[in-house]
């Protein structure tokens, strides 16, 4: 059974930690940072639940400490080397950030979307926390279906600029954002990554130290492993290109082109690229024949980084310029784009075949050989191979591959008659290569010798633009030490070039430059002083790397009502009475906006807030309030609800845990003074016990195949979202077929925590967040609530087999329901029970409606409208609330009748 992994991430300037929590997990991959910038990774098993910051020390020095110690070499080579050379000791626990870097550079950051606002909301926000100060922030929306996304950036992103490209294509709107970028340099990233604070910063460096390189590209980690799908787009192939940094450019000597670089998969990937813009100038922008929304869907950052390489421009691959990537949650998608790739890449290399005629051979012999390596090679083995997930990936790419031969001359054609029509685009280049091209003069293979004394501050080598490379010397007063090469491709050689290069080479050598210990000497005083600092300390426990302390999470408290003002009216006196330092708005949404029946009730309590939702049902009123508010936790109630003292803090506790996407609570009867209400209890009422408990993805499986008794969770009467998940993609908001005041009646919550659940989060029941609810006091009222339940609960388990292709729900509705009623009804004529045949036969009768109930709400739906996508907008918070005095008590006496 598939296990996630968790992914976290860890600097070393901290102490370890141990993770807590990870149940359910089958491992943790940490990135390692050394001063702020990436060496590597570990994967980490789970063990009982945790994995302790002992297991991270040994994986990082039984992997990594090699690169650790150069990174730190790294830093500590920003000054001259002292006369006993660096002690490692006060190294590893020195704060070594890099120096920040400065904002000379105007950077445009464009992001090309279409139609995904919900993850489009998670990379601006990235992007809004970035650290570096002069950026023109560019969302280009290529021909939208909605105004979607232009409402995402005027609302919530108003610093952003938002502009509509509606010619289709991907590379259309990566051209469209040349055209209107304000910056020297444009950064590209997709809208399904999450960009590091210091992403742009990491770019910006490279080009300031480099006034060669035109273009730079970065790391690319995934976002998260919560699915089979993602884990598998691991394994398969990734984006990830290391974590060394790399420097390419054409050799042309003798005349003849270097052609290294049609494998252009190597240099990056279009989530994280950056180009000087005046690049575009000397070789042309995207060809929009390429990429996403053409046929090849495809290919476009491939084909424009063997451009500008072959066009004789440097490219650098910067590791520390990361981004997080979305991988596709579900098979269906990765297979699909891994399919699509193999028609990009045999597109691109159609392409550059036609436009670079004297690389043409060397194109087809790479390509040849590409299919020979990649797939004819492996399906040779085919009898060896077992039937799984690869081999179905392998055989689609194939697939695709060999649809890529044909698709470019296609797509081309569409490209040029949306020129014609809409006009010729200033960057687009569909021609064969111009004489700019010529601009590349061949050059002679000369190797310079220099010299570097580590007693100086090193300085860049400005020297050696006419040497291909440059064998460095490195001395340290009069000792030498050792030698470096540095292919610099007739580029300067920058400082920080030379420390890389001699922190890798000469590397312990800088602990002991007088030469008085042996190597092995100075490997076993480097390993103990990295064992001392990150193994034998004493470590913190931390429980999943909350990034956003407990005390942080505003709250926004949502209640929907339907005409009950007195209900209303004791429910916010007990919400306003909640004792809290953190920031809490409170919502009503009136349901019944035509009655004028809330608006007076609403206005006895300044600072609450009142939206109207005309359409009525318990759903449309939710996510109404869900969507207005600004909280970063969002919790639900109902108008028939008195919270008491302290209720809010002990529902919102389990959040400190990063992964607790949902907390419910404990529902007890506010009062049992009818039969009715009693009888309610009888029927199960709507507490849950008093016992905490977790479910989460093990849980959501554990059941064979019965179906997942969700509505064990509790219910939206008290309950609190983190707002991320409500703008998931898998989850989202409430479905409005589902819920009370639709035909289906109920189960709007159960089938949003089945959501929740199958995503792979985890659902945290907190039974000392407990309200009082006042249950119907009447037979009538109470007859019509069961009759609703169990319309409700049946739509609920048609919806997870129609919607969800989860057959456990026949188990039960064909078996499991019928069987309970059998199983009552016995009971009460044994004497067993008091519970009413009556009853049972008005909720069997409800289960046989179901399915009639739920063809009518989802009609009802489609003529009425589903809820506006629910974006969240984390910082943006309400304003502070302390308690207020009321007359009223906090809950109501309990009174059970006989």
């Known amino acids: 059974m598939f296990q996630p992994i968790k992914v976290i991430e860890f600097d070393l300037e901290r102490p370890l930690e141990t993770v807590d929590n990870l149940k359910g997990y089958q491992a943790v991959l940490a990135l390692v940072r050394v001063h702020g910038l990436p060496v590597g990774t570990v994967t980490v098993p789970v063990r009982d639940g945790r994995c302790e910051s002992d297991a991270f020390g040994k994986a990082i020095l039984a992997q990594h400490r090699h690169k650790v110690v150069q990174r730190i070499l790294q830093c500590a080579l920003r000054s001259p080397v002292p006369s006993g050379g660096f002690r490692i000791q006060d190294m590893v626990a020195a704060d070594s950030q890099e120096p920040p870097v400065p904002a000379t550079l105007l950077v445009t950051v464009a992001v090309c979307t279409r139609d995904r606002t919900t993850s489009l909301r998670l990379t601006l926000d990235a992007l809004a926390r970035l650290n570096y100060q002069a950026l023109d922030l560019l969302v280009v929306d290529n021909a939208p279906s909605n105004d979607g996304t232009e409402r995402l950036v005027r609302e919530c992103f108003p610093t952003m600029r938002y502009v509509r490209e509606d010619r289709p294509g991907l590379d259309w709107a990566r051209n469209r954002a040349i055209q209107e970028a304000y910056g020297d340099v444009i950064a590209f990233t997709d809208d399904d990554a999450v960009a590091d604070p210091n992403w742009v910063s990491a770019i910006v460096r490279v080009f300031l130290e480099n006034p060669e390189v035109m273009s730079v590209t970065g790391l690319v ?14 394994q398969y192939g990734s984006f990830a290109r290391g974590f060394e940094r790399h420097w390419y450019r054409v050799n042309r000597g003798n005349g003849k082109p270097d052609t290294f670089q049609i494998g252009a998969g190597r240099f990056g990937t279009g989530a994280n690229m950056a180009f000087r813009k005046k690049v575009f100038n000397l070789v042309g922008g995207f060809d929009p024949a390429l990429d996403v929304g053409t046929v090849t869907n495809g290919g476009g950052d491939l084909e424009i980084f063997f451009r500008v390489l072959q066009e004789g421009h440097p490219l650098v691959y910067e590791p520390a310029a990361l981004v997080w990537h979305r991988h596709r949650r579900e098979y269906a998608e990765l297979k699909r784009q891994i399919h699509t790739w193999g ?9 550059s075949a036609l436009v ?5 051979w060397a194109i087809v012999r790479f390509a040849l050989w590409y299919l020979w390596w990649r797939y004819i090679r492996r ?18 790419e194939l697939k695709g591959v060999c649809l890529g ?38 050059s002679q293979k000369i190797t310079g010798v220099r010299f570097v004394d580590l007693s100086q501050p090193l300085k860049d080598l400005t020297d050696v633009t006419d040497c ?17 090469m540095v292919a610099n491709r007739q580029q300067v050689t920058s400082a920080e070039h030379l420390r890389e290069a001699i922190a890798s080479k000469i590397g312990l050598r800088l602990f002991d430059p007088q030469g008085l210990r042996s190597r092995s000497a100075l490997e076993a005083e480097v390993l103990a002083a990295l064992a001392e600092q990150y193994l034998r300390r004493e470590s913190r426990t931390r429980t999943h790397i909350s990034s956003r302390p407990s005390m942080d999470l505003s709250v926004s408290l949502v209640v929907a009502t339907y005409d009950r003002p007195e209900s209303l009216r004791r429910c916010l006196r007990s919400l306003l009475a909640q004792q809290s330092e953190r920031h809490i708005e409170i919502i009503v949404v009136d349901n019944h906006p035509a009655s004028a029946r809330t608006p007076p009730v609403v206005a006895e309590f300044p600072g609450v807030r009142l939206v109207n939702e005309p359409r009525q049902g318990l759903s449309y009123a939710r996510n109404a309030g869900i969507a207005a508010s600004k909280g970063y936790v969002v919790v639900s109630t109902d108008d028939d609800v008195v919270a008491p003292h302290g209720w809010l803090e002990r529902l919102i506790a389990p959040f400190a845990d990063d992964d607790v996407m949902v907390v419910t609570g404990n529902v007890l009867p506010g009062e049992l003074e009818t039969r009715a209400q009693t009888l309610f209890e009888t029927y199960g009422g709507l507490g849950r016990g008093y016992e905490p408990f977790e479910a989460d993805a093990n849980w959501f499986a554990s059941f064979g195949r019965r179906a997942v008794p969700t ?3 509790g219910g939206t009467a008290n309950a609190a979202f983190r707002s991320t998940i409500l703008s998931h993609r898998d989850v989202g908001l409430l479905d409005e077929a589902l819920g009370a005041g639709t035909p289906t009646g109920c189960s709007e919550d159960t089938y949003l925590f089945y959501k929740v659940l199958k995503a792979g989060y985890r659902i945290v029941y907190e039974p000392h967040a407990y309200v009082w609810h006042m249950h119907r006091r009447e037979m009538r009222s109470l007859r019509r609530q069961l009759y609703n339940y169990s319309k409700g609960h049946v739509a609920y388990h048609l919806t997870t087999l129609l919607r969800d292709r989860d057959p456990r729900a026949l188990t039960r509705l064909l078996v499991e329901l019928p069987l309970c009623h059998v199983r009552k009804a016995l009971a009460r004529l044994r004497g067993w029970s008091d519970y009413p045949l009556s009853l049972i036969g008005i909720e069997a009768i409800g289960n046989l409606v179901g399915p009639v109930a739920l063809w009518r709400s989802r009609r009802r739906v489609k003529r009425l409208g589903r809820s506006e996508p629910y974006v969240q907008i984390p910082e943006r918070v309400a304003t502070p609330r302390k308690a207020l005095d009321t007359d009223g008590q906090s809950h109501p006496m309990i009174k059970v009748s006989s």
């Open 468 to 484: 291909s490379s440059v064998r460095v010397f490195v001395s340290w007063q009069d000792r030498l030490l050792g030698d470096v």
């Open 356 to 360: 670079y005629r004297e690389a043409r």
């Open 343 to 351: 028609i990009g890449l045999f597109s691109y290399f159609v392409r």
């Open 379 to 396: 399906l040779a083995r085919w009898p060896l191979l077992q039937p799984g997930p690869h081999l179905d990936l392998l055989l689609a």
């Open 711 to 713: 509505w064990r969770l």
């Open 221 to 234: 980690l995934p976002y998260e492993l919560e699915t089979e799908a993602q884990l598998i787009f691991e």
């Open 405 to 442: 031969l044909f698709r470019y001359q296609q797509a081309r054609r569409r490209a040029v008659q949306i020129m014609k029509t809409s006009g010729s685009l200033l960057y687009a280049m569909l021609t064969t290569r111009s004489a700019r091209t010529q601009a590349c003069p061949p």
